[in-house]
């Protein structure tokens, strides 16, 4: 049974969360908070496997509540709970140990998705939330910064102590790199690469401990903002 607890200041939508987690035969709420900072002393009791949290909230963010709970490991993960209002907190929450993002208005099925992905260590995330993220927080501070030819708001040239990082990943972790990029599972990437989910967890987490990353969702940051991968968002 996955243990989750709930994080939202308004009432009816922990009311309405904790209702459609607990309609699930392998989920159940073992707690609720209104905010952060009960969020955090919750987290440090009850042991969860996953958290669903807002991001604003009075008395303490989201962000921050987050930052701290992953720091005491006292939560297996925590998944955001957003609104396109809330698009440019998404790579704070990253950045604050996040594993994945859930739509506040998600259906029942994607929720509980949501929370199985968590507790496995996979992220999911929708792509029009990553492309927000890279978009109006990755993108957008290099084009203020200026960049190295191009037009306007192009995305500037990967910092150089990128480059020993990236040359440091082996062919398969590159490959396994561009899985996490597509928003793979470790199941796809398995089957995708011929090898089995405990290789794919061993690669993830070479890869992640090369780039720094905490997470899936850290990782994905990385391949962007290292040039890795770009983005083609012409569409």
């Given at each position: 049974?996955?243990?989750?607890?709930?994080?939202?200041?308004?009432?009816?939508?922990?009311?309405?969360?904790?209702?459609?987690?607990?309609?699930?035969?392998?989920?159940?709420?073992?707690?609720?908070?209104?905010?952060?900072?009960?969020?955090?002393?919750?987290?440090?009791e009850?042991?969860?496997?996953?958290?669903?949290?807002?991001?604003?909230?009075?008395?303490?963010?989201?962000?921050?509540?987050?930052?701290?709970?992953?720091?005491?490991?006292?939560?297996?993960?925590?998944?955001?709970l957003?609104?396109?209002?809330?698009?440019?907190?998404?790579?704070?929450?990253?950045?604050a140990?996040?594993?994945?993002?859930?739509?506040?208005?998600?259906?029942?099925?994607?929720?509980?998705?949501?929370?199985?992905?968590?507790?496995?260590?996979?992220?999911?995330?929708?792509?029009?939330?990553?492309?927000?993220?890279?978009?109006?927080?990755?993108?957008?501070?290099?084009?203020?910064?200026?960049?190295?030819?191009?037009?306007?708001?192009?995305?500037?040239?990967?910092?150089?102590?990128?480059?020993?990082?990236l040359?440091?990943?082996s062919?398969?972790?590159?490959?396994?790199?561009?899985?996490?990029?597509?928003?793979?599972?470790?199941?796809?990437?398995?089957?995708?690469?011929?090898?089995?989910?405990?290789?794919?967890?061993?690669?993830?987490?070479?890869?992640?401990?090369?780039?720094?990353?905490?997470?899936?969702?850290?990782?994905?940051?990385?391949?962007?903002?290292?040039?890795?991968?770009?983005?083609?968002?012409?569409?």
């Amino acid at each position: 049974m996955i243990r989750v607890v709930i994080v939202d200041d308004q009432a009816v939508v922990r009311t309405g969360l904790g209702m459609m987690v607990d309609a699930e035969p392998d989920l159940t709420v073992v707690g609720q908070a209104p905010n952060g900072a009960e969020a955090i002393a919750v987290c440090a009791e009850l042991r969860p496997d996953v958290v669903l949290m807002d991001v604003r909230m009075p008395v303490l963010d989201g962000i921050s509540a987050t930052r701290s709970i992953v720091s005491a490991g006292t939560a297996g993960a925590v998944v955001i709970l957003t609104t396109f209002d809330d698009e440019e907190y998404l790579l704070d929450a990253v950045q604050a140990g996040a594993l994945g993002f859930l739509l506040k208005d998600a259906g029942p099925d994607l929720i509980a998705a949501g929370v199985r992905s968590a507790h496995t260590g996979d992220t999911l995330i929708a792509p029009s939330m990553t492309r927000a993220l890279l978009e109006n927080r990755l993108l957008g501070a290099r084009s203020g910064g200026g960049t190295t030819g191009g037009a306007a708001g192009a995305p500037a040239v990967p910092p150089a102590e990128h480059a020993p990082v990236l040359a440091s990943l082996s062919a398969r972790e590159r490959e396994v790199l561009t899985a996490l990029v597509r928003g793979a599972s470790n199941a796809q990437i398995a089957k995708d690469l011929w090898i089995s989910e405990a290789t794919v967890k061993t690669h993830i987490s070479s890869v992640l401990g090369k780039v720094g990353a905490a997470s899936r969702v850290q990782a994905v940051v990385f391949a962007y903002e290292s040039g890795f991968v770009r983005p083609d968002w012409s569409a």
